[in-house]
């Protein structure tokens, strides 16, 4: 029974102990920063694997059909199916091309998405690396992905995949700014930027104490990863994939992993960040309950994002640019600066997360946020439709 | 000849026309079939018929290739306040270089058509500001419509053909025609040293013009094709889009990759087999598309079709609208970017209906299931019910789902007002109909203007909204639905019983009298015209379509321009082409 | 000691890449390379925070606008502005000379620097950065560096300002 309760800790230490019996000990930290690494890699693969079944059954059903169902039950192996078919097709690279960076692309870009598993915390003491910094890697990794999507377009030598590039630029650089604000309100409130600490004093999930800073960083996460409604990028009613049109074989695999490693990552990170990640009833007896429940909210975000992607239309670029500089970043900004003042309000020294006071205090600046933002764009929305004469607006 | 004997039929002295007295010497002959117009004088009388006398609208544009002459015929109405049709026709005897003004610039509609009759049929018209080929290709050798055109592996004249198995063995095609393979190119013309004509899209790309934005910036314009192989162009469909930045400045829309020259098809077989092949020109409402060729038929028979054959007919023609708009409704939402959800629950309803056609026709989409006088079949027991369950149930509480769904959206609202406008003046002047028309605030149905088989008698309201722009296109449509579902539901109450084709011996092989006709009905996707010359034979001398989405597709450039690319694929979305009928 | 060799001979290899390349977007890739080789150098000596920032300004902001501008203004090779043959002061034209002049004054005051100790001194202060290197840097940040801290704010706001005044469309009278 004490063996369940830290069933995984308890697994890495007799792993640890069997292995050191015939390993030196540099030996024995080799072999575990392989495995680790190993593990952290296979991350996206798994996610890839799993999420696109998910997508698949979840946007089926919300259009009426039944989805992938004839590959293994309930099509479950549909996804495996699929990396069958991508490992054996041709590897075609476009002759106008240039070859060097449009082989580096797909390396960079599932690369970015392995490494921002890092510092994702599983549960207390699983994670990869509490860095000191870890808000701040997630962003700095997240910017790594930028540069692959501006290789990939570039180099594929093709108008559309220039054209995603040229959005790539816009809508990334534009949508890092409130996904900053918002993990900033965060590690403002908890005054960490070690993910597992985050999680460690999040007495109550954030999502009900910032919901402001937990909406800005989903649509701005959902932004940076391009997923619907913001999916410019690769928007293919308009410009057919994007900057991957040109892929082919593994190498649009490496694209599609990434697509997904980063959804499942962001998920995470928003699990992390604001609900609470791996906290729910009964971990404190069972610690070994927290990865389940990390995964379960990791899910359930993931599906809000597929449920968004199966029945919103597509923004069109400059709305999109306009909403995130003059919605997005002032409310962000705001709450920012609401959370600042309010950590002064009451503040003890060696404080460790929020009091009762303050998260009380915290909400009702972020519900008037929401409300002020709301009404602010209800008017924009009703003087610009009297401008132009629109009925029904 | 019969051909002369149609066009001087009751001649009246031309000398004396009123509008002589305005544009001397225009009109050189006033015949029943319409005006017979002096080359030389079109163009000024043209101006004077828009500005003066209210024929604001020029409906159709086609030629005939008679043994003298070639002759160009303009169908004239007025849209803004309904007039009856006014026929140009233009007389070209120089057979060798038939050559006229164009009308582009009285009418803008007219330029696709006048391309399409300069493509098919090699009358030049000078003036036009882009004469180019629109639906063949440029290596294409002559121009197909005329009398004297032999294509390669020519087969006969006409149907129906002599058996392909002589003895019980195929015999080729290129063995049984003298000429064998007689594929030819253009003279100089190398089809091997063929390269996408860059040299014709220098009007889109400005080279011409100095570019830059006022403040000495010089941006530089990309070309893009998007199509023929892109999700969003509904087919194959191409438009080449000049772009600085997202943003078009400059659109050629590019067709003819589905062309199998249908009138030419058409002019070919006999006039009962036609009645097939028109439902693949809109293959999405095939119904519509039997019932203005029969129409135009029967006008030249003088058939009178029975009563429960005229409420069937109206009862698929709408069943068939409410088809094609929520195809167009949910396929707009494709290219919003909506990932299919309401295009599948769309295509849900649609399955109903086509369900119902089977039951009818014994076919989904290909229904084939009118027949002149009257439809190839009576409704089967129970189709009724069917059809009423669907129209008075179902069909209602969908579209308050698709509403609730769909019409509140507000990325949708944000992604479609003030994109695309056309104004009222601009949709008549480029000849827009249908959905397209009606959504520029012109409320002109040719069910109300014009009422063909029974629509005079049922009630419902012509739907149109004042802004012109996507969100009204998509409004009118959704409108329309519900009217659709009003004269169902009258249509079915009053269904009533008796035959369905005229008394007498069923045809196999239909006599039509000589004489000209020309039938329009309001399609789902516009104004669908059916053209039909006959000269007694077993086949139509002349078989032209009016394909409503085809004329359409000419205001896509002035609707585009100074939009992002996303709302190209918007706006081509909301003009709700099928390239079948584009094409043709 | 033996990572810190690896990563300063890539980030030396990336630096010469950068100015030997002869397509401006294999510089700038060059470059990306550089600077992230420079991150895990910051790394090494736990400064994880100059790290994330190196990464997230230099790869993520400036890299991606060299590589906009490139893209925009055309990937293609360089010109050899005086052709290969030609003998070096030929090739000397006047952008060439005021780039040699000033990287020549660079060594110098780069080798000035090391052989008087003045760049030395940095690595007492490594301690500093430490464990708390975001406490640390703010602390001095916020204090010491308040003025040029706000100074560099005020110019940050002005390029935006210019920016957004650029990028007006032209009024329609």
């Given at each position: 029974m004490d063996y369940l309760r830290n069933f995984f800790v308890n697994l890495a230490r007799s792993w640890t102990a069997w292995i050191g019996g015939f390993l030196p000990d540099w030996g024995v930290n080799l072999v575990n920063y392989l495995v680790v690494g190993i593990i952290l890699v296979l991350m996206p693969v798994i996610a890839t694997l799993t999420l696109t079944w998910m997508e698949r059954k979840v946007i089926g059903r919300i259009q009426n059909r039944i989805g992938p169902n004839r590959v293994g039950p309930w099509g479950i192996f549909q996804a495996f199916a699929d990396a069958v078919k991508m490992l054996i097709k041709e590897d075609i690279v476009p002759s106008g091309a240039d070859k060097p960076v449009f082989n580096l692309a797909p390396i960079l870009i599932a690369g970015a998405a392995a490494l921002l598993w890092a510092v994702v915390p599983f549960g207390r003491g699983m994670i990869g690396q509490n860095l000191n910094i870890g808000a701040l890697y997630v962003v700095a990794v997240g910017s790594i992905t930028t540069i692959a999507v501006i290789m990939a377009g570039w180099s594929s030598n093709n108008k559309f995949a220039l054209l995603g590039a040229f959005r790539v630029v816009a809508q990334l650089l534009s949508y890092e700014i409130p996904m900053v604000l918002s993990i900033a309100t965060v590690v403002l409130v908890t005054g960490t930027m070690r993910m597992g600490d985050i999680v460690e004093r999040q007495v109550a999930p954030f999502i009900v104490v910032l919901p402001v800073a937990f909406i800005t960083y989903l649509l701005a996460a959902a932004a940076e990863t391009g997923r619907a409604p913001f999916d410019l990028l690769e928007a293919d009613s308009e410009?057919?994939?994007?900057?991957?049109?040109e892929y082919s074989g593994l190498k649009f695999g490496w694209f599609y992993i990434a697509e997904y490693g980063n959804l499942f990552a962001i998920a995470a990170i928003t699990t992390t960040l604001f609900l609470g990640g791996w906290r729910g009833p009964f971990v404190s007896v069972a610690p070994a309950l927290g990865p389940f429940y990390f995964v379960i909210k990791s899910v359930a975000v993931i599906f809000v994002l597929m449920w968004i992607r199966g029945t919103w239309p597509r923004f069109r670029i400059d709305q999109m640019l306009a909403f995130a500089w003059k919605v997005l970043v002032p409310a962000s900004l705001a709450n920012l600066l609401w959370s600042a003042i309010v950590l002064q309000i009451g503040r003890q020294p060696e404080q460790l997360g929020p009091t009762i006071v303050q998260m009380i205090l915290l909400l009702v600046g972020n519900v008037a946020i929401l409300a002020v933002t709301g009404l602010l764009l209800g008017r924009a929305a009703r003087r610009y439709a009297a401008q132009h004469g629109w009925a029904g607006a | 000849m019969t051909a002369e004997t149609i066009a001087t039929a009751q001649a009246t002295a031309a000398a004396s026309h009123p509008y002589n007295e305005v544009v001397p010497g225009a009109v050189l002959e006033a015949t029943k079939t319409g005006l017979v117009v002096s080359p030389d004088r079109i163009v000024e009388l043209a101006r004077y018929l828009r500005d003066e006398q209210g024929y604001d609208y020029c409906s159709m544009v086609t030629s005939i290739d008679w043994p003298q002459y070639f002759e160009v015929v303009y169908y004239l109405y007025g849209a803004a306040t309904p007039k009856d049709a006014l026929v140009l026709r233009v007389r070209l005897t120089d057979k060798a270089n038939p050559v006229m003004p164009s009308l582009t610039s009285v009418w803008r509609g007219a330029d696709f058509q006048e391309r399409e009759v300069y493509d098919l049929m090699g009358v030049r018209f000078e003036g036009h500001p882009n004469l180019r080929r629109i639906l063949l290709w440029e290596g294409f050798e002559g121009h197909p419509l005329r009398k004297d055109y032999k294509e390669p592996y020519f087969e006969e004249?006409?149907?129906?053909?002599?058996?392909?198995?002589?003895?019980g063995a195929h015999q080729w095609a290129e063995d049984r025609v003298p000429w064998k393979d007689n594929v030819s190119y253009p003279v100089g013309w190398d089809p091997d040293l063929w390269r996408s004509p860059e040299v014709q899209y220098r009007r889109i790309m400005g080279v011409d013009e100095a570019t830059g934005n006022g403040d000495g910036l010089r941006t530089e314009r990309i070309l893009v094709n998007m199509g023929p192989q892109h999700p969003s162009t509904h087919g194959v469909f191409r438009m080449v889009i000049a772009v600085e930045g997202e943003n078009v400045v400059g659109l050629e829309p590019e067709m003819g990759y589905l062309h199998r020259c249908h009138e030419k098809i058409g002019e070919r077989n006999t006039y009962i087999m036609n009645i097939a092949f028109t439902d693949r020109l809109d293959y999405v409402s095939s119904m519509s598309n039997n019932l203005g060729y029969v129409l135009a038929v029967e006008k030249l028979m003088g058939l009178q079709v029975p009563e429960r054959a005229e409420y069937i007919r109206v009862i698929m023609a709408e069943l068939t609208r409410i088809i094609s708009h929520l195809i167009a409704v949910g396929f707009l939402f494709n290219d919003l970017g909506a990932y299919f959800t309401p295009a599948l629950y769309g295509m849900r309803e649609r399955e109903l209906i086509l369900d119902l056609f089977e039951a009818a026709a014994g076919s989904r989409m290909m229904c084939n299931y009118m027949r002149f006088g009257g439809v190839m079949a009576d409704l089967p027991a129970g189709w009724v019910e069917r059809a009423r369950n669907l129209v008075w149930n179902r069909l209602p509480k969908v579209m308050e789902d698709f509403e609730n769904l769909l019409s509140g959206n507000e990325i949708f609202q944000s992604r479609t007002h003030g994109v695309g406008v056309l104004t009222a003046a601009e949709a008549i002047n480029y000849s827009m109909s249908g959905p397209m028309l009606r959504a520029s605030g012109v409320p002109y149905d040719v069910r109300r203007a014009e009422p063909y088989s029974i629509y005079d008698r049922f009630e419902f309201d012509v739907c149109s909204r004042p802004e012109g722009d996507v969100w009204a296109r998509f409004r009118v449509r959704m409108d329309e639905i519900y009217q659709s579902l009003r004269i169902l539901k009258q249509a079915l109450d009053g269904l009533p019983e008796g035959p369905?084709?005229?008394?007498g011996k069923k045809q196999y092989q239909v006599r039509v009298p000589a004489g000209e006709a020309y039938a329009r009905i309001e399609g789902p996707k516009g104004e669908l015209g059916f053209f039909v010359v006959s000269d007694g034979k077993p086949n139509p001398y002349r078989y032209h379509v009016r394909a409503p989405t085809f004329i359409n597709l000419t205001s896509l450039e002035k609707m585009t321009l100074g939009h992002k690319i996303a709302d190209a694929v918007v706006i081509l979305g909301a003009v709700d082409i099928v390239l079948g009928e584009v094409d043709r | 000691m033996f990572l810190f060799v690896v990563f300063a001979l890539i980030a030396l290899a990336a630096a010469v890449g950068v100015i030997t390349s002869r397509k401006p977007v294999y510089s700038a890739l060059f470059l990306l390379l550089n600077f992230a080789t420079l991150a895990a150098l910051y790394i090494m000596v736990e400064a994880q925070f100059l790290a994330a920032v190196q990464i997230i300004v230099y790869a993520g902001a400036v890299i991606v606008l060299f590589l906009f501008v490139v893209m925009l203004i055309g990937g293609g090779e360089l010109d050899d502005i005086g052709g290969r043959n030609k003998k070096f002061l030929a090739r000397l034209t006047w952008p060439r000379g005021i780039a040699l002049v000033l990287g020549l004054g660079l060594l110098v005051a780069v080798g000035y620097g090391l052989l008087s100790g003045q760049l030395m001194t940095a690595t007492n202060d490594a301690a500093a950065f430490g464990q708390g290197s975001v406490q640390a840097i703010a602390a001095v940040l916020y204090t010491d560096y308040a003025l040029p801290f706000e100074l560099a704010s005020i110019l940050l706001l002005v390029g935006m300002i210019g920016a957004v005044a650029l990028a007006q469309p032209p009024k329609k009278d």
């Open positions: 410009i057919v994939a994007g900057y991957f049109v | 004249e006409s149907k129906p053909f002599k058996s392909r198995h002589p003895d369905i084709m005229p008394p | -």
